[in-house]
């Protein structure tokens, strides 16, 4: 499930040093350009952190970006953003993050289905190292397949 | 007894923190442990036994009962010793 919502395509590294919009922006990039997902998208998790939504950090350095499905996206698909350097969301110094997950459900039903396979994934902390020590986009796909198949 | 994982929307996190809590349920074998997950707005103090909140909801869980409130949603170490105290502090273990 979730190996086929987040492509080699939608995962990306950077070695810039970002702000938390810069991150958001740039790990919702590859969805905005396959028209997975409207520009209105991207505001909408913007403005939704902005209005304190700092629930977007699950812990470990890693954040949830997404919005309602209605407000704009497409096709139900995932991103994947590595930093080398944490982007603090809100500015906070106790929200650093350094691996951005953009998550767009297109309704309710795609939206449990992925969210269940991206939990079990980040929740079992020996996967959820070794997602934090990949260094290319096929070996995070590599992982993500390994997990799933082992469930 | 009821517990009830909570956040701003009721859809992303509050499911994810539910899913971990279910598997920890069986894990444990607790008894008589229903889980649910809704969003903080409709939820009350008769809502559920146990509230389970990431710390940015902390002050918005103000009030319901008892509640817990986890630093990480995905961390399940974290989340089994929360579960366990709960299930402890209602008399189920």
């Not at chain 2, 009030?63 to 105290?85: P, Q, Y």
Request: aromatic share 4%.
């Amino acid at each position: 499930m979730l190996s086929r919502l987040l492509p080699e395509r939608n995962i990306h590294f950077t070695s810039s040093t970002l702000t938390w919009r810069e991150a958001i922006t740039q790990v919702a990039a590859p969805l905005l350009e396959a028209g997975d997902i409207t520009p209105e998208y991207i505001r909408a998790m913007l403005d939704s952190v902005e209005a304190g939504g700092t629930y977007i950090d699950l812990g470990h350095g890693i954040a949830l970006a997404h919005a309602r499905p209605e407000r704009g996206v497409v096709r139900t698909g995932i991103a994947m953003l590595r930093l080398a350097e944490p982007a603090a969301l809100l500015d906070q110094p106790e929200h650093a993050v350094d691996l951005y997950f953009c998550f767009a459900a297109a309704d309710a039903d795609a939206h449990m289905r992925a969210m269940a396979s991206l939990a079990r994934i980040l929740s079992d902390a020996d996967t959820r190292q070794a997602l934090r020590d990949a260094a290319s986009a096929a070996e995070v796909v590599e992982l993500i397949t390994e997990f799933e198949e082992s469930e | 007894m009821k517990f009830l994982a909570m956040c701003s929307t009721g859809l992303g996190s509050s499911f994810m923190v539910r899913m971990n809590i279910e598997t920890i349920v069986r894990e444990l074998d607790l008894p008589d442990i229903t889980v649910e997950h809704s969003d903080i707005s409709s939820a009350g103090p008769d809502s559920a036994d146990v509230f389970f909140v990431a710390k940015d909801l902390e002050d918005a869980a103000h009030g319901l009962g008892d509640v817990v409130v986890l630093n990480s949603i995905i961390d399940m170490d974290e989340l089994r010793e929360a579960v366990k105290s709960a299930a402890a502090r209602h008399g189920l273990v």
